[in-house]
């Protein structure tokens, strides 16, 4: 069973990047990681998936080396409106019988004007 | 919004009480998964079901069941309810196993 740590906060400025790292050292072969957002009183919000190297998207860069035991959120040129809650989840999604869907705590990036 | 709903919003019962959350997933979605988030756990995973068969448990207490319908809904059913179990409780929906899950807005559960 995978288990996830992440820094508790992060502070950032507008116009910055953000690089949130998830340790997870006891990854299984068959986990991928994803990483979601969450906003006060609301569900997470899916962000970016990755299994290995790098993965990009519109809003966000996925880092993930060789090892895989850690994997880095990107935010390029955060706004206020991207602070929030910032999850990482370790785990096989397909399903396999005993598998548990891991989240890390949790990290909460304030960005400020 | 995800398109994903859960029913109710918020819920508030007393000690020993038995409570049933209901999740709609995304129209075409398959896979439902259920989750716990509390100040002191975090979001804990619960369990996880695909077309109407459990696939993955995950920390669920045997005072809580869950099923998933013909119809695809799914129902978190939660006994003998004790103050330690508010929380709120997330369900998220996947076309298949593997997909991008995504997260209906929650039911806020308060055990008095």
């Known amino acids: 069973l995978a288990k996830t740590t992440q820094p508790i906060s992060m502070d950032s400025y507008e116009g910055q990047e953000v690089n949130i790292t998830c340790s997870h050292n006891n990854i299984a072969t068959n986990d991928y990681i994803t990483w979601y957002q969450q906003f006060p009183s609301q569900g997470p919000r899916f962000i970016i998936q990755g299994y290995k190297t790098k993965v990009t998207n519109e809003v966000a860069s996925l880092f993930i080396p060789a090892d895989r035991k850690s994997s880095t959120l990107s935010l390029p040129r955060v706004s206020l409106s991207d602070t929030a809650v910032y999850y990482c989840l370790v785990g096989d999604m397909s399903g396999a019988a005993g598998n548990k869907l891991t989240f890390g705590g949790g990290t909460r990036v304030l960005v400020k004007p | 919004d995800s398109g994903v709903t859960q029913t109710p919003k918020h819920l508030i019962t007393a000690t020993g009480q038995r409570v049933t959350l209901r999740c709609s997933p995304r129209?075409?979605?398959?896979?439902v998964y259920w989750y716990q988030q509390s100040l002191d756990q975090g979001l804990q995973f619960l369990i996880q079901?695909?077309?109407?068969?459990?696939?993955a448990k995950g920390n669920i207490l045997e005072r809580f069941s869950a099923q998933q319908f013909p119809d695809l809904h799914s129902e978190l059913n939660l006994s003998s309810l004790e103050l330690g179990d508010s929380a709120l409780y997330f369900c998220?929906?996947?076309?298949?196993?593997?997909?991008?899950?995504?997260f209906g807005p929650g039911t806020r559960l308060t055990v008095l």
């Open positions: 998220a929906s996947s076309v298949e196993l593997s997909d991008t899950q995504y």
């Open positions: 079901y695909y077309n109407g068969e459990e696939r």
């Open positions: 129209s075409g979605d398959l896979s």
